[in-house]
């Protein structure tokens, strides 16, 4: 009897281990694993739930003998199940990795450092080649006030000349009193103002004006401004500078050339140009010999002091230099643009 009911339960228990087996072997989130191993192993799984009916075993050998039996196949069930919940953990994790994996390959391919924009290349060459013909760097504010900006560069109120430099006023004290500054020239008077002639002093900067941007202007730019003072400098010093510079920084096939032109601060004032090696010209800036009243304004003595300044848009040299066909190019901050230079 007892051995009919120990045949009966094996066979029970070998159905239900291969159909748990089975099953397991289908399961494929940790999930569906929890569930199957309740619905085989919990109180009234398909196995567990056998236990309660050892009690209704007619012998202590048989209890004896199910019991064991039933607690092999529960162990190997359980052995089953764990090894498939570490497998299906390592699935998982790998997937979760592979989800939150950051893509640094782009970062890695483009890893190079960066470098300095096209018109500071430009300005650090600029002072590199003047240094190397004897003059010192100086810098000024970019807000100025109207006196450095307009009135020391012999530009008193309502003079006409100062509409050539439209100009962007600062909310600060006297109405136009303060000012961006529109061009470099300013700090020629700062330092007049606070160096000893002889002065070789080149001064580069941001300037502003209310120039709508276009292809050739931009309200922000950059100018680079020359200014030498000395015993006996003449018109001629200036011309063999700018000759000297043009060669230097261009290269020795360029040449220069000066037309006559109207700067306020400078007289007599000129246009300077330099010319490419296929003839071309490029219109770079102005210059002249430094107006007496300038010199003035500066604290010099115009019967012991003279000399010459210059000054140019560094942003279209380097327009003009590199073939750029519009200088807003430079500011959009496109990389494809700016890793060209
Ligand atoms: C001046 O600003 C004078 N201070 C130059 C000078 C200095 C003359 C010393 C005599 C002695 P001008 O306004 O022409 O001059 O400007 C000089 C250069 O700045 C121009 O030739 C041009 O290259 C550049 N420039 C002018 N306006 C713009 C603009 N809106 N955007 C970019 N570059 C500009």
Not at 140 to 144: A, S
Not at 148 to 156: C, D, I, Q, S, T
């Given at each position: 009897m007892a051995t009919d009911q120990i045949k009966a339960l094996e066979e029970r228990l070998k159905t239900?281990?291969?159909?748990?087996?089975?099953?397991?072997?289908?399961?494929?989130?940790?999930?569906d694993l929890r569930s199957l191993q309740s619905e085989v192993l919990g109180k009234k799984g398909s196995v567990g739930s056998m236990k309660s009916e050892?009690?209704?075993?007619?012998?202590?050998?048989?209890?004896?003998?199910?019991?064991?039996?039933?607690?092999?196949?529960?162990?190997?069930?359980?052995?089953?199940?764990?090894?498939?919940?570490?497998?299906?953990?390592?699935?998982?994790?790998?997937?979760?990795?592979?989800?939150?994996?950051l893509d640094l390959t782009e970062h890695l391919s483009v890893a190079r450092r960066g470098h300095s924009h096209l018109v500071t290349q430009a300005t650090r060459r600029l002072e590199d080649v003047f240094t190397g013909l004897g003059f010192q760097i100086a810098e000024?504010?970019?807000?100025?006030s109207d006196f450095?900006?307009?009135?020391?560069?012999?530009?008193?109120k309502s003079h006409p000349a100062r509409s050539m430099w439209d100009t962007m006023f600062v909310e600060s004290g006297e109405p136009g009193s303060v000012l961006l500054r529109t061009h470099t020239s300013p700090v020629q008077i700062r330092v007049m103002e606070t160096w000893k002639p002889p002065i070789y002093?080149?001064?580069?900067?941001?300037?502003?004006?209310?120039d709508t941007p276009d292809a050739t202007h931009m309200p922000v730019f950059h100018q680079?401004?020359?200014?030498?003072?000395?015993?006996?400098?003449?018109?001629?010093?200036?011309?063999?500078?700018?000759?000297?510079?043009?060669?230097?920084?261009f290269g020795g096939d360029f040449t220069s050339r000066l037309r006559p032109s109207y700067f306020p601060f400078t007289e007599p004032s000129a246009e300077f140009d330099i010319r490419r090696p296929d003839g071309t010209w490029i219109e770079l800036g102005g210059?002249?010999?430094?107006?007496?009243?300038?010199?003035?304004?500066?604290?010099?003595?115009?019967?012991?002091?003279?000399?010459?300044?210059f000054g140019?848009?560094?942003?279209?040299?380097?327009?003009?230099?590199?073939?750029?066909?519009?200088?807003?190019?430079?500011?959009?901050?496109?990389?494809?643009?700016?890793?060209?230079?």
């Open positions: 239900a281990s291969d159909d748990a087996i089975n099953r397991l072997a289908a399961v494929t989130t940790i999930d050892l009690g209704r075993l007619d012998s202590v050998d048989a209890k004896k003998e199910a019991g064991a039996m039933l607690n092999t196949v529960t162990e190997q069930l359980e052995a089953a199940f764990n090894t498939r919940r570490d497998l299906l953990e390592d699935v998982a994790f790998a997937q979760q990795v592979a989800k939150e994996r000024g504010p970019e807000v100025e450095y900006n307009f009135e020391a560069l012999n530009m008193p002093a080149i001064m580069p900067g941001r300037v502003f004006r209310r680079i401004e020359c200014l030498v003072i000395d015993r006996g400098i003449t018109f001629a010093d200036l011309a063999g500078t700018i000759e000297s510079f043009t060669k230097a920084f210059c002249g010999m430094v107006h007496p009243n300038v010199l003035r304004a500066g604290g010099l003595d115009p019967e012991e002091w003279t000399g010459f300044a140019f848009g560094i942003d279209r040299m380097a327009k003009e230099r590199h073939g750029i066909d519009d200088i807003r190019e430079m500011y959009t901050n496109d990389l494809r643009f700016l890793r060209q230079f």
